[in-house]
């Protein structure tokens, strides 16, 4: 089937570690995304990529790192920098067609603690 | 700047209730306007979307319709069921594709 696939659904890290979050997409969609979510509030976009080996930062960059090596796939890294890393993260992909009415699809999000 | 303003919920109704939550907008240009849903521990589904102003989205007997005048894109539903509690972002995207999302607002229908 289709779709958005991330992993882990459930991740704990310790303070000082680094975690990384994966999405894959096997949609053939151009871009991709990562948004964080706090409970009780909206989505903000963290990174973004519209082109393999291509990123921009978001809103909320800070602490965070990606890489766009393939089409497919667009890895998050929370590195020990992001001092409240504990939310849900939702990964996002959309096939761009020149309009700004393009559906954006999520996948299922994971969920990380810090413990 | 750009940004989506959504009214606080909880929303608390019986079923088959008349639903109405309101979502404002502020953006330069024409963006293109969205309705997701999210259940409880699952990612965002695409609701309903309109692209350009008097444009009606509808879907699964949510309706949104896009109102320049008012910069508005409100979601309605006639009669709302147990199955339809969740939240409800209203987001919108403009030139890059990037959404921008309102703050969402849960809805919680009783029998």
């Known amino acids: 089937d289709g779709g958005i696939t991330q992993s882990p659904k459930y991740l704990f890290r310790k303070e000082g570690q680094n975690v990384t979050l994966s999405c894959e997409q096997n949609l053939n969609h151009d871009a991709m995304y990562w948004y964080r979510q706090d409970p009780g509030q909206g989505l903000r976009l963290i990174y973004y990529?519209?082109?393999?080996?291509?990123?921009q930062k978001g809103d909320i960059a800070e602490g965070y790192s990606v890489s766009r090596e393939k089409k497919e796939s667009f890895p998050l890294t929370v590195t020990s920098a992001q001092k409240n890393p504990t939310a849900f993260y939702l990964c996002?992909?959309?096939?761009?067609?020149?309009?700004?009415?393009?559906?954006?699809?999520f996948g299922e999000g994971s969920w990380l603690t810090v413990v | 700047g750009n940004s989506v303003t959504q009214m606080e919920g909880p929303v608390t109704l019986s079923e088959e209730a008349f639903l109405t939550i309101n979502c404002t907008y502020t953006a330069t240009g024409y963006p293109s306007l969205f309705w997701y849903v999210q259940y409880p521990g699952e990612g965002l589904q695409l609701l309903l979307k309109a692209t350009k102003a008097d444009d009606k989205g509808s879907n699964k007997g949510f309706e949104a319709t896009y109102r320049k005048e008012t910069t508005s894109f409100h979601l309605e539903k006639g009669s709302v069921q147990v199955s339809d509690s969740a939240v409800y972002f209203c987001?919108?995207?403009?030139?890059?594709?990037?959404?921008?999302f309102g703050t969402g607002t849960r809805l919680q229908v009783f029998p």
């Open positions: 996002a992909s959309t096939k761009l067609q020149g309009n700004s009415g393009n559906t954006i699809y």
């Open positions: 990529s519209q082109i393999v080996n291509d990123f």
């Open positions: 987001a919108l995207s403009y030139n890059t594709d990037k959404l921008i």
